[in-house]
Antibody, heavy 122, light 106 residues
Framework: EVQLVESGGGLVQPGRSLKLSCLAS????????MNWIRQAPGKGLEWVAS????????YYADTVKGRFTISRDNAKNTLYLQMTSLRSEDTALYYC???????????????WGQGVMVTVSS | DIVLTQSPTTMAASPGEKVTLTCRAS?????MNWYQQKPGASPKLWIY???KLASGVPNRFSGSGSGTSYSLIISSMETEDIATYYC?????????FGSGTKLEIK
């Protein structure tokens, strides 16, 4: 069974840093690209960052570029999101999701974690 | 960046009613994905590649569209369909989502 379990969230002051983790199990982690997506309280979904299976390709949303770093450790089956210079608008539930290909070529995110809450407040 | 505009923002449908949710893209996209999210739960891939149902999705759901206009259709509304539905363009970064349509039961 595919499982994605996020951790590392919490309350942090503006300007500080936080590192999220997403532990994967039930599949060969090193074969899949991964994504971070966030959802502010009562709001919609916002894509944050993506990383390819070997870390060769990394992409960020403009809203986090230069402040957040996505990375992975395939030996530990773990995806990371290092967040620095945090702002109140980064307050959200952060999900990790697996990047799948359906019908061989159509991208989709078929597996999501339960999410981890990050609150940026003084 | 491709902006996705969903309409309506909220709608209420009666059991058995046909429902159509719309997603319009600011420029042409190859495919559209749809996600279902129920309160307190993580999103689920619902429709991929514009018209293909994800595993376990009831066949009263369908998807259609091309270019800049896409739809998610429920042929006969059921109580279990109450959720927020998000469209997402899957194939070029940034992987933008629409703002969602909240579907309620009348």
């Amino acid at each position: 069974e595919v499982q994605l379990v996020e951790s590392g969230g919490g309350l942090v002051q503006p300007g500080r840093s936080l590192k999220l983790s997403c532990l994967a199990s039930g599949f060969t982690f090193s074969n899949y690209g991964m994504n971070w997506i966030r959802q502010a309280p009562g709001k919609g979904l916002e894509w944050v960052a993506s990383i390819s299976s070997s870390s060769s390709y990394i992409y960020y949303a403009d809203t986090v570029k230069g402040r957040f770093t996505i990375s992975r450790d395939n030996a530990k089956n773990t995806l990371y999101l290092q967040m620095t210079s945090l702002r109140s608008e980064d307050t959200a539930l952060y999900y990790c999701a697996r990047h799948d290909y359906y019908s061989s070529y159509i991208p989709g995110w078929g597996y999501w974690g339960q999410g981890v809450m990050v609150t940026v407040s003084s | 960046d491709i902006v996705l505009t969903q309409s309506p923002t909220t709608m209420a449908a009666s059991p058995g009613e046909k429902v159509t949710l719309t997603c319009r893209a600011s420029s042409s996209v190859s495919y559209m994905n749809w996600y279902q999210q129920k309160p307190g739960a993580s999103p689920k891939l619902w429709i991929y590649g514009t018209s293909k149902l994800a595993s376990g999705v009831p066949n009263r759901f369908s998807g259609s569209g091309s270019g800049t206009s896409y739809s998610l259709i429920i042929s006969s509304m059921e109580t279990e369909d109450i959720a927020t539905y998000y469209c997402q363009q899957c194939c070029s970064t940034p992987f933008t989502f629409g703002s969602g349509t909240k579907l309620e039961i009348k």
